[in-house]
Each structure stands twice: as structure tokens, then as C-alpha cells.
């Protein structure tokens, strides 16, 4: 079957690391997208990427980096900079042209700081 | 910009109660309406969607209208169950190719036996 798969599930950031967390899908989608979900805020967009080397920020990219080297992958780094990192964390897909088409997620990676 | 509004949660229903969730947004043209649910740790999933207006979404007894006069797609469904109790988002996606999708801030359901 296919979908989207996010690794790890649970992460833990000692103060001034970097974190990696990994998005991986076999949809054969354009587009993918990061989002960061904080209680009672809903979803807020990181980044979103439309095609293979290229990518653009979100609402609230300060602290983060994402690179999209591979159609099926959109690693989301997580840096020091983020000085307020604790939420949970959400990869979407969806084909690239079509607004009718919903987005597929991920399970999510929830991150702490140590 | 575009936006969608949630009604506040949580909502807390007996079971085979009905439900609605309200949802109006604001968008210029034609968007797209989707309704996703998320269960406890997990990701966000598609529960239904509708591209144009007077068109119906469904599935799993859950139903929504997308009506372009009172810029609204009122989630419903006629008797919850327990295994109903989720985060519902109401979400958006404008007219005329990639661009931004907008969610709501959710509302949380609990259904009690």
C-alpha cells in the first residue's frame, strides 16, 4: 500500500542540537509539506516543496531547514535556532497540480527536549 | 487571506447522539472543502471532501454541503459512536491549481457510552 512513513516516532533534542526527523513517501506525489501542530493552534506550515530541488517557507520557518534531493523524501532538520521545539510533527503529500486533491499524512514524530 | 473557522471544542456527546461541527471559511472563487479526522497520536486522515458548490461529501456516515451562500461545510453524522472521538478539522485548498492549504484549529470530539 502505499503512503507516507515518519521516522522516528518519538525524538528527544539535547539544547544546541540539530535533529533530523525523516519523511519518506511512495505515492509518486509532487508535493510535500511540513507542518508543526502545537495544542489548541492547529496545523502551522513549515515548508512545502513543489518538485524536486526546489522548496519554499512557510508561516513559520525560522529554525528549520528541509532539503528535497529525491521525489519520495523531504527530511525536516529541526536547529538550535528553534528555540522552542517541543510539538508534534506532521509530513503531508498530495499530487502538485490539482487543488481538489487532499493531502496525505504521515503518523507524525513527536519531539522533546531533553 | 483565506481562513476557516472552527467551532470551539470539545464537544462531548452520548453515544448515537447526533453531531454537528460548524465550519464557515472565507476564500475567494471556488475552493476546495475537506474534512479530516485525527485520532490520538497519529496523523490527520481524509474523511470527505467536496470541490464545488451543493456538492455533498460522505463516508463512514459522516456527511458535508458545501454551500457557497453562507460560505459554510457543516460537518454532521446521525448517530456517534465512542470509537467516533477524534480531533475533526475543517480545511481548505483555493481555487486554480497549488497553493497554500488552510486548516481550522480543530475540534475535538469525546462520545461517552
Known amino acids: 500500500d502505499g503512503g507516507i512513513t515518519q521516522s522516528p516516532k518519538y525524538l528527544f533534542r539535547k539544547e544546541g542540537q540539530n535533529v533530523t526527523l525523516s519523511c519518506e513517501q511512495n505515492?509518486?506525489?509532487?508535493?510535500m509539506y511540513w507542518y508543526r501542530q502545537d495544542p489548541g493552534q492547529g496545523l502551522r506550515l513549515i515548508y512545502y516543496s513543489q518538485i524536486v530541488n526546489d522548496f519554499q517557507k512557510g508561516d513559520i520557518a525560522e529554525g528549520y531547514s528541509v532539503s528535497r534531493e529525491k521525489k519520495e523524501s523531504f527530511p525536516l532538520t529541526v536547529t538550535s535556532a528553534q528555540k522552542n521545539p517541543t510539538a508534534f510533527y506532521l509530513c503531508?503529500?498530495?499530487?502538485?497540480?490539482?487543488?481538489?486533491?487532499?493531502?496525505?499524512f504521515g503518523d507524525g514524530t513527536r519531539l522533546s527536549i531533553l | 487571506g483565506d481562513s476557516v473557522t472552527q467551532m470551539e471544542g470539545p464537544v462531548t456527546l452520548s453515544e448515537e447522539a447526533f453531531l454537528t461541527i460548524n465550519c464557515t471559511y472565507t476564500a475567494t472563487g471556488y475552493p476546495s472543502l475537506f474534512w479530516y479526522v485525527q485520532y490520538p497520536g497519529e496523523g490527520l486522515q481524509l474523511l470527505l471532501k467536496?470541490?464545488?458548490?451543493?456538492d455533498k461529501g460522505s463516508n463512514k456516515g459522516f456527511e458535508a454541503t458545501y454551500r457557497k451562500e453562507t460560505t459554510s461545510f457543516h460537518l454532521e453524522k446521525g448517530s456517534v459512536q465512542v470509537s467516533d472521538s477524534a480531533v475533526y478539522f475543517c480545511?481548505?485548498?483555493?481555487?486554480?491549481?497549488?497553493?497554500?492549504?488552510?486548516f481550522g484549529t480543530g475540534t475535538k470530539l469525546q462520545v461517552i457510552p
Open positions: 503531508a503529500s498530495s499530487a502538485r497540480q490539482y487543488s481538489n486533491q487532499p493531502q496525505h
Open positions: 467536496a470541490t464545488k458548490a451543493d
Open positions: 480545511a481548505l485548498s483555493p481555487e486554480g491549481g497549488y497553493q497554500k492549504v488552510t
Open positions: 505515492l509518486n506525489h509532487d508535493a
